[in-house]
C-alpha cells in the first residue's frame, strides 16, 4: 500500500513538470510515465490502485493535477487521459506480470504494453473527449492531443521499460507489494547493529 500511495504522489510531481503547448490545452507532462511504471512495477493490482487514489482524491477536491482539483479538473479538456490512468496501469501490470524472459523478446513484450496501454489506451478517451469538451472535430482534436506526443511517448515507454525491468531484475514484485507471501529475512535487511 505504502508503494501504491508513493506512486500516487509521483504522478502528482511529475504534474507539475509541464512544458505547455500553445496550440492545445494538453500540456507535455511526465505522468505518463509515472503510470506506466505504477503498472510495471507494482503491478495490475496495486498499480490500478494507485492511479485510481489520484483520480479520487482529484474529484473529491485536491488540487492533484497540476495544481487543479474536482470534478471540474476531470470534465475539462485533458479529462479523458486521466480517467484511464487506472486501466492503463491495470493493463500494463497484467501483461508485464505475464513475462518471463529476460532477453530481448521480454523486452520488446514490456515496450509494446508500455506504449500500448500506457500512451495509446490513453488516447482512446482522451482524444474523444478531447473533441466533445472544446466542440472541435475529431480531426483537430487529434491535431493537438494526440500526433505532438507519439515522439515524446514512446521515449517515456521506452524509459518506462528501462526502469521497470532493471527494477523488477532487483527488486521483484512480491518484494515491493508484500504479496505472494515474500517474507523480509535477516539477511534480506540491513542490519542496523555492527
Not at 479538456?77 to 529476460?102: H, M
Not at 525491468?165 to 535487511?189: I, M, N, S, W
Request: glycine share 14%; net charge positive; with cysteine.
Amino acid at each position: 500500500m505504502a508503494f501504491s500511495a508513493l506512486f500516487a504522489a509521483l504522478v502528482v510531481v511529475f504534474g507539475y513538470i509541464s512544458i505547455p503547448l500553445g496550440f492545445t490545452p494538453v500540456p507535455i507532462t511526465l505522468q505518463t510515465l509515472a503510470v506506466m511504471l505504477a503498472g510495471g512495477l507494482l503491478g495490475a493490482r496495486y498499480g490500478f490502485f494507485s492511479m485510481t487514489l489520484v483520480v479520487v482524491l482529484t474529484v473529491l477536491g485536491l488540487p492533484l493535477l497540476g495544481g487543479r482539483g474536482g470534478i471540474a479538473a476531470l470534465l475539462g479538456p485533458t479529462g479523458g487521459y486521466v480517467v484511464a490512468w487506472p486501466f492503463a496501469a491495470l493493463l500494463i501490470g497484467f501483461v508485464v506480470g505475464k513475462v518471463r524472459s529476460t532477453g530481448w523478446t521480454g523486452h520488446a513484450i514490456v515496450f509494446l504494453a508500455m506504449a500500448c496501454f500506457g500512451s495509446l489506451l490513453l488516447y482512446v478517451t482522451g482524444v474523444p473527449w478531447l473533441a466533445h469538451s472544446l466542440h472541435l472535430p475529431l480531426s483537430k482534436a487529434l491535431a493537438g492531443g494526440f500526433y505532438p506526443y507519439i515522439p515524446g511517448d514512446l521515449i517515456k515507454a521506452a524509459a518506462a521499460t528501462v526502469i521497470t525491468v532493471a527494477l523488477r531484475r532487483a527488486f521483484p514484485q512480491e518484494r515491493l507489494t508484500g504479496h505472494g507471501g515474500y517474507v523480509v529475512r535477516e539477511q534480506d535487511a540491513p542490519s542496523l547493529r555492527r
